[in-house]
């Protein structure tokens, strides 16, 4: 059964940073491409970023050149890096594969708010 934790979200103001990870466990994790996800009140869930097995990373238009995700599959955790916040990335963040096959995770909150 897989199982998707995610953790490092919280309260932060404008421009600034935070780290978000996601352990995941019952999978060959380093086999399965990584996404991360986001989902502000009132929207659609929406993919921000994705990772492939083989290191290759892309973005949505609205966090490129602010977020950067990366993996470590020794520890089967997928990072999210997100700097120079802005309120719209306020959101519920949550990772899966990019073409989201698993049950998801319960989420981390972000808000950016001054």
């Known amino acids: 059964q897989v199982q998707l934790v995610e953790s490092g979200g919280g309260l932060v103001q404008p421009g600034g940073s935070l780290r978000l990870s996601c352990a995941a466990s019952?999978?060959?994790?380093?086999?399965?491409?990584m996404g991360w996800y986001r989902q502000a009140p009132g929207k659609q869930r929406e993919l921000v970023a994705r990772?492939?097995?083989?290191?290759?990373?892309n973005y949505a238009d609205s966090v490129k050149g602010r977020f950067t995700i990366s993996r470590d599959n020794a520890k089967n955790t997928v990072y999210l890096q997100m700097n120079s916040l802005k309120p719209e990335d306020t959101a519920v963040y949550y990772c899966?594969?990019?073409?989201?096959?698993?049950?998801w995770g319960q989420g981390t909150q972000v808000t950016v708010s001054s």
């Open positions: 899966n594969n990019p073409i989201p096959i698993w049950s």
């Open positions: 019952g999978i060959i994790f380093s086999i399965y491409a």
């Open positions: 990772i492939t097995s083989g290191g290759n990373t």
